[in-house]
């Protein structure tokens, strides 16, 4: 787990990060491996700027970052047993839940699709500027599309230069291995990524709580 000191000078950059999100923009910020790229998941508009600025293809889905657990419910239509077990287990980390999308969530997070991508991630910076907004907020790398994923503010700036309304500067992000991304949706869940948390990991989890 992270320790996050808000003294005053990340305490302003956590309030002009929400200031530009709130108002349509996109900001790069820290998460538990790489520099993202945040927009409030709820606006369309910003939504599609992270596509633009990242040059992503349009169907490629946007997985988002919430501030706790209790977030998922309005992100999913619904947030079955297991998946709340899960949750519960294993937010803040790295496993990435796939759930039916709920109404407020914009099909240009989820490329059409009817299913969403959500995770509360170990890293408290991206988790203080949700809280703070109010919403949800995009995760995907803070990188163009095809290049390697960038773990500094500065390198961010460089990427992307003036193009970028705002990055929040924390330091430089650990790197390491990415989540693990499981499919909720269908009769039985599926892993589409494998990543920090293990299937054994998960099984362990669900069976503890069936005792």
Not at 57 to 71: T, Y
Not at 139 to 160: D, I
Request: glycine share 10%; with cysteine.
């Amino acid at each position: 787990m992270y320790d996050l000191r808000l003294d005053d000078a990340l305490q302003r950059q956590i309030e002009t990060a929400v200031d530009v999100l709130a108002n349509g923009g996109v900001v790069g910020i820290p998460t538990d491996t790489l520099y993202g790229l945040a927009a409030c998941a709820f606006n369309e508009s910003a939504v599609l700027k992270v596509f633009e600025l990242k040059g992503r293809p349009d169907g490629m889905a946007l997985p988002l970052l919430l501030s706790d657990v209790e977030d998922a419910k309005r992100c999913a239509e619904e947030v079955p047993p297991d998946a709340m077990t899960l949750a519960e287990h294993f937010w803040p980390g790295a496993l990435t839940l796939v759930l039916r999308k709920g109404a407020e969530v914009p099909y240009a997070v989820t490329a059409g699709l009817d299913t969403v991508a959500l995770r509360v991630p170990d890293h408290p910076v991206p988790r203080a500027v949700s809280r703070a907004l109010g919403a949800p907020i995009t995760g995907t790398s803070a990188n163009l599309s095809g290049r390697p994923g960038l773990t500094s503010a500065a390198a961010v700036r460089a990427e992307f230069g003036d193009a970028i309304d705002f990055v929040l500067d924390w330091g430089d992000a650990p790197g390491g291995v990415a989540s693990t991304i499981l499919d909720l949706c269908g009769d039985e869940m599926r892993v589409l990524r494998e990543g920090a948390v293990s299937q054994e990991d998960i099984d362990a989890a669900l069976n503890q709580n069936s005792e």
